[in-house]
Structure formats: C-alpha cells, structure tokens
C-alpha cells in the first residue's frame, strides 16, 4: 500500500498553486514531451519508495479525461512497478507551454539531463514549437543565452559526434570547438581523433585553429589516412556481416514455421537461431570496442 505524504511534500502547495490528493494511478499518464528516455534507474527507486515512500507527490495538469505528468516521471514508473493503485499527486492547472516549462526547469535543477538531452529540449521550445526566442527560454530557466545557443548548435554536429557526447567521449565544450568547422566528415575524424589522443581543450583549439579548409593535404599531417581508410573498411565489413546474419534469421524464420507441427524439428532449427542471434549481439559488441 502507498504510504502517506510527508509533511515536508505537503509544504509544496504553498510554493504552487493547486492541491494534493491521491489519484487512481489509472489515470495518470506520461506527457509526450519526456526529455529523459531511460528507464535504468526506475528499479532502484522503486527500492527506495518502497522503504520510505513517496516523499513528494508527483506535478500534474488535468487534461481531458486524464492527468498528465508535468514532473516525476521516474517516481510514477516506479510506484507503478510497485503495483500502487494510487499516487500522491500535486495538481494544477497549466497550459502547454507552461508544463513544458516547469518539467524543464526541475530537469535541470537536478541536472538529469544529458548535454544532447538539454540542447533538444531547448529547440523544441524555441524552434519547434516557438514558444518564445533564446533570450525568453533564458529568463524562464534561468541559464545565460550564450549557454541556451551553444547547446541547441551542438546539434548541428553528425549523429557519431552526438553520440561521442552522450557516450562521454568528448567533453561537451570540446565538442564546440568543432562547431567552426563546416565539413561533417573533417567533424566526425576531429572527433575521433580528439577521443583517440584524449586531447586537452587548448591541444583541440590549436588543432582546429590551424585547420585551412583550403589545404586537402590536412587529414594526413594531422593522422594516419591508412588507419582511418582501415577502420572505415573494418566497420563496414561488420555491417555487412550482420546484415548477412539478418537475412539468414528471416530465412530460417519461415523454415521454422513451416515445421511447427514437428516440434522435434522445431526445437533444433529455433536453437540455431538463437544462435544467430548471439552471434549478432557478439559482432556489435566487437564494433562498438573498434
């Protein structure tokens, strides 16, 4: 059974308008603007509220035959892995822009957010759905433009750079010297290179600074085209592989439907695709360590 509100989480009221009261966790839903994706830590908290319980009630809108979650997506997930049939809720009447808003702010405050996480969210607000311009976004979430600019500009960079970022490979203000930078490929080998050497900011800023996009011949001073074209030959040829493997399963697949009935025969030929399978999992284990 969920155990009672704190006091301290009942003071919340105060700060915001609105009440608390516990809902039919049936009638809760997630908004579609969820800047966190991961799930990983859900378990672990719903360890922790099964101990002490819920010490703040999760924010929520009313909207239509239900209420949407503003903040405290993680805390929902948990309580509903936990089997609760009710949540403690603080709820309040607020448009979209102004959800958005207040689930941004508590992101960040608690700096759940990853750099690419944050950049996202930031052009949602000002780009996608044109709320309001940097300088707006800057006063309702209190970070400087200069921050809320660079941030959404990292996004600019190809997709293995971003991922570079997230993976924690390249520092986030490392990654925005590459920004002056126009051509993607000479991006995404900087970036490599960077993570490579596990350059210093001033190693990467002289790097780039003595980059002349006018000279073809700079890949090579600064790294070995044989290794990168090797790499480049490698990771293909992992590719290929796997899609190899893909096309055997589908194969196999029909076979094995075809001898449901016989399920000695069945038995064995699922056995071999499973084998395929892991040997899937194994090939894009090795790319990813290439």
Known sequence: MPKLLSHQSRSISVVMPGFIQDVDISQVKQSPNIFRRSETEVEQLSTSIQHI???QPILVRTLDDHYEIVAGNRRFLACKYLGWKKIGCHIIELDNKRAFEISLVENIQKKTLSPIEEATAFKVYVADFGWGGVSDLSAR????????TKRIKLLNLPLDVLQSITNNKIETSI??????IKDKDRQSMLANLISDRRLSMRATR??????????????????NNEYIDHMRLAERSFDKSIAAIRIA????REVINSVEHDWI?????????????????????????L
Do not use: P, W
């Open 53 to 55: 319980g819920l010490l």
């Open 249 to 252: 399963m589908n194969s196999l």
């Open 141 to 148: 979430i209190g970070k400087s433009v200069s921050y809320i």
């Open 265 to 289: 025969v069945y038995e064995v030929l699922m056995q071999h695709k499973n084998m395929l399978h892991t040997q899937i999992d194994i090939l894009l284990k090795e790319k990813r360590k």
């Open 206 to 223: 002289r790097l780039v600074k003595n980059l002349d996009e006018q000279h073809s011949d700079f890949i090579t001073k600064t790294c």
């Open 175 to 180: 990654a925005e010297e590459l920004l002056s």
